[in-house]
C-alpha cells in the first residue's frame, strides 16, 4: 500500500468507487488519448496536417492500444510523464502520420487539459451527490422541526431549541456550499489548453487559437482568453470551496459525535447486526461512521493549503508547483466525496432518541428557563433588576446543588408577587422556542425551490 486511496482495506474510508474510477490511470490515460485525436482530427480539418495522417492518429489513440504498465516503465526511464503515450501513439499510427502526432502541442498542454477533464468529472459526481444530501437533510429537519432538546453555548446548557433547527442550520449552510459548487461553472473554471510550448501557439502557426478554440469546444471544455500555464488560480479556487464544504460537514460529524456521547445520549447513527465496536469491550457502539465524517475535514484542509502553494509558478512553468496539483486533485475530491456520502448514510438513517432529549433539558431543574423567568418577572420589577434576581438564585442553585425554581421561589420579591404555578408555566420549552418554526421552513422552502 502507498496511499489510502489505493489500499483495498481502507479506500472506503476515503473515497467512493464512482470517484476513484474518474482519478484511475486508465481515464486518465483515456483522456489524454481523447485529446491528442481531437488535436489531430481539428489540425485535419483545418489543413495544419493532412487528413489522412489525422484519420490514422484518431483510429489509434484509443485506451485499448495502450498498455499502462508499459507506459509507466518508459515514463520512469525517459523522465517524462507523457513522452512515453506520444511514442507508442507515434508507433501506432505508422511511419508517416507518426510524424504528425502530437502536432504543436507542448505536455502541459495535454496533462492540464486531461486534468481539467477529470477535474469536471469529479465536479459533477459532487455535484450530483451533494443534492442527494440536500434532500435528505431537508426531509430531516422538516421531520425533527418540533422535537424539543436543549441548545447549547460554550458546550454548555443554555436554551430550548429543536433538533429541526440545528437540522435547518446545517441544511442553509449545505445550501450555501452547492451553490458555491455550482457557481463555479460560472467562473471559467473549467477550461483546457492547447497553446504550446510558453502558451504562444507559435509552433502551431497562424491557426493556433482556432485550433484551440475547436477541440476545446468539441471537449467540452471552456477556451481561456490567454495562456493559463503558469496562471493556476482556477485549481485553487475549485479547491478552497471545496475546503469550505468540507467544513461544514466536519463540523456536522463533530456535532453528532458529541451528540452521541453516552452521558449526552441524543443521537446513534445508524448500526446494523454485526458491527463491532471494539475488540475487546463487547458491549461498544462507537460512531464509526461519524468519525469518518468529521476526520475528513483535516486532510481536506491540508490540501488547500498546498493547491494554494501551486500558484507561485517560477516563469512561464515548474514542476515544483505544477505537481500539487496531481497529488491535491485526486485526494480532495475523494475525501470530499467520501464525506458526501457518508453524511448522507449518517442523516438518512440517524436515530434520535427524543425522551433523552427531554431529560436533559430538564437536568438542570429549570435553569435553561432563566431566561424567559427573566423576561417575565422583568415585566413586573424591570428587566435589569430581573436579570440580578435570576442571577442570584441560577449561581445559589449551581453552587448548593439545589433546584433551582425552589431557590428562586423562596425570594419575597419573587412569592410576593408571582405564584408557583406562574414560574413552572414559564419552564414549559414548547413555549420557549421563539420563532425557531418560522424560520425553519424559511429554510425548507430554500431548499425545494434549489432542489425543484
Given amino acids: 500500500m502507498t496511499d489510502v486511496l489505493d489500499s483495498t482495506l481502507l479506500q472506503g474510508n476515503f473515497s467512493t468507487p464512482e470517484m476513484r474510477a474518474i482519478w484511475d490511470d486508465n481515464n486518465k490515460i483515456k483522456n489524454q488519448l481523447k485529446i491528442e485525436a481531437i488535436l489531430s482530427k481539428i489540425e485535419g480539418e483545418l489543413g495544419v496536417i493532412p487528413q489522412k495522417a489525422a484519420e490514422k492518429i484518431v483510429s489509434k489513440a484509443i485506451i485499448d492500444n495502450f498498455d499502462i504498465d508499459t507506459l509507466a516503465k518508459r515514463s520512469a526511464e525517459k523522465r517524462h510523464s507523457l513522452i512515453a503515450l506520444i511514442e507508442q501513439l507515434q508507433v501506432l499510427s505508422g511511419e508517416e502520420a507518426g510524424e504528425y502526432v502530437h502536432y504543436g502541442a507542448t505536455t502541459q498542454d495535454i496533462v492540464d487539459t486531461g486534468t481539467m477533464l477529470q477535474t469536471k468529472e469529479a465536479y459533477c459526481l459532487l455535484r450530483k451527490h451533494g443534492k442527494k444530501l440536500i434532500e435528505v437533510l431537508k426531509k430531516q429537519t422538516s421531520r425533527y ?16 431549541i429543536t433538533f429541526g433547527f440545528k437540522l435547518a442550520i446545517w441544511l442553509d449552510e449545505l445550501l450555501r456550499d452547492q451553490q458555491r459548487l455550482d457557481e ?10 492547447l497553446s504550446g510550448a510558453v502558451g504562444t501557439y507559435a509552433a502551431f502557426g497562424e491557426k493556433g487559437p482556432e485550433i484551440e478554440r475547436y477541440a476545446l469546444q468539441e471537449i467540452g471544455l471552456a477556451v481561456p482568453n490567454i495562456s493559463w500555464q503558469p496562471a493556476r488560480d482556477r485549481f485553487s479556487e475549485f479547491a478552497t470551496t471545496l ?36 475488540s475487546t469491550m463487547p458491549q ?29 509558478i517560477d516563469g512561464e512553468r515548474d514542476a515544483i508547483h505544477w505537481r500539487n496539483e496531481w497529488v491535491v486533485l485526486p485526494e480532495i475530491t ?18 434520535i432518541n427524543e425522551s433523552q432529549m427531554i431529560k436533559n433539558i430538564q437536568l438542570q431543574n429549570g435553569l435553561p428557563f432563566a431566561e424567559r423567568i427573566m423576561f417575565q418577572i422583568g415585566k413586573v420589577v424591570g428587566k435589569q433588576t430581573a436579570h440580578q434576581i435570576v442571577y442570584e438564585s441560577a449561581m445559589t442553585a449551581i453552587e448548593h446543588h439545589t433546584n433551582f425554581i425552589d431557590t428562586l421561589y423562596e425570594r419575597p420579591e419573587i412569592n410576593s408577587q408571582f405564584s408557583r404555578d406562574d414560574i413552572l408555566h414559564w419552564t414549559d420549552a414548547s413555549e420557549d422556542i421563539g420563532s425557531i418554526k418560522q424560520k425553519i421552513d424559511t429554510v425548507v422552502q430554500k431548499a425545494d425551490q434549489f432542489i425543484g
Fill in 284 to 312: 461498544k457502539r462507537n460512531p464509526a461512521l461519524i468519525e469518518g465524517l468529521a476526520s475528513l475535514t483535516q486532510p481536506i484542509f491540508k490540501d488547500v493549503g498546498l493547491m494554494l502553494e501551486s500558484m507561485l
Fill in 334 to 351: 475523494n475525501y470530499l466525496d467520501a464525506q458526501i456520502t457518508n453524511a448522507t448514510v449518517i442523516i438518512e438513517g440517524l436515530q
Fill in 184 to 193: 463555479l461553472d460560472n467562473h471559467q473554471i473549467f477550461v483546457g489548453s
Fill in 145 to 160: 422541526k418540533n422535537t424539543l432538546m436543549i441548545g447549547r453555548t460554550h458546550g454548555i446548557q443554555a436554551i430550548p
Fill in 243 to 278: 475546503g469550505i464544504y468540507s467544513g461544514t460537514l466536519g463540523k456536522i460529524g463533530h456535532e453528532l459525535f458529541n451528540l452521541m456521547k453516552t452521558e449526552v445520549n441524543e443521537v446513534c447513527e445508524p448500526f446494523k447486526k454485526g458491527e463491532i465496536g471494539s
